[in-house]
């Protein structure tokens, strides 16, 4: 998406955070240094990452200070639809039976809260804020009411879904030491939606791209 819009086009309603994180693999220290301020020799070369991180807005705070938050929102539209996984109706039991209806998310939308939740953390967003939105008619998908909210600290939140912010860097760490490995090129990363399997493509150079030559005038 385009943060600042072009020429008949909305911006984004977010704003972006533009990060360096360094993936070199260091050594570790002696118990003996471990009080040393010096910072650990590098193995191999340096590696470092650019990512454009997302923050959904500042809430005030009563000191004059600000915190970021991430917003989300999980939505409904029919219970009784075939395929609704035994979800609760939010209207009836979201005030008086929040865990469960919280619980039950988790369980049928485990991957979407798992990526919100280590999308605020690299963010470094103080707060997530999920939002619970159902149609105020099943039939009708124009219409939408906020139907309340749920606030997390984005590390607490992780561990509250049975994730390790530790294993997930490793495992970052894991995928760009692999693609350093590769040659020079454009690859796609998909997941095979039957197994727990990463697969890795390369593609020709012009994938994804558009093609200017259509949009421009022919020369007389």
């Not at 309603?13 to 020799?41: C, G, T, V």
């Not at 490995?181 to 390369?202: A, S």
């Amino acid at each position: 998406a385009n943060p600042f819009g072009g020429s008949g086009e909305t911006p984004d309603d977010s704003a972006y955070k533009y990060r360096i994180l360094d993936f070199s693999a260091r050594e570790q220290k002696a118990e003996s240094d471990s009080d040393s301020e010096a910072e650990e020799p590098i193995i191999g070369e340096k590696c470092l990452v650019a990512l454009r991180t997302e923050v959904s807005g500042l809430l005030a705070t009563g000191t004059g200070a600000h915190k970021q938050m991430f917003i989300r929102a999980l939505t409904q539209h029919d219970v009784s639809a075939q395929g609704a996984g035994g979800a609760l109706d939010w209207r009836q039991k979201l005030d008086s039976q929040r865990g469960a209806v919280i619980a039950t998310e988790m369980k049928n939308n485990a991957s979407k809260l798992a990526r919100w939740a280590f999308q605020a953390v690299l963010a470094g967003a103080d707060q997530l804020r999920i939002g619970f939105v159902a149609r105020v008619s099943p039939r009708d998908r124009t219409r939408h009411a906020i139907l309340g909210f749920q606030t997390y600290n984005p590390s607490d939140f992780v561990a509250q879904l049975g994730l390790n912010e530790f294993n997930a860097w490793g495992i970052a760490k894991a995928l760009i030491d692999l693609c350093l490995g590769l040659e020079e090129g454009k690859y796609v990363i998909m997941r095979d939606p039957n197994k727990p399997l990463i697969l890795l493509y390369k593609v020709p150079s012009a994938t994804f791209e558009e093609d200017e030559q259509e949009d421009e005038p022919e020369a007389e």
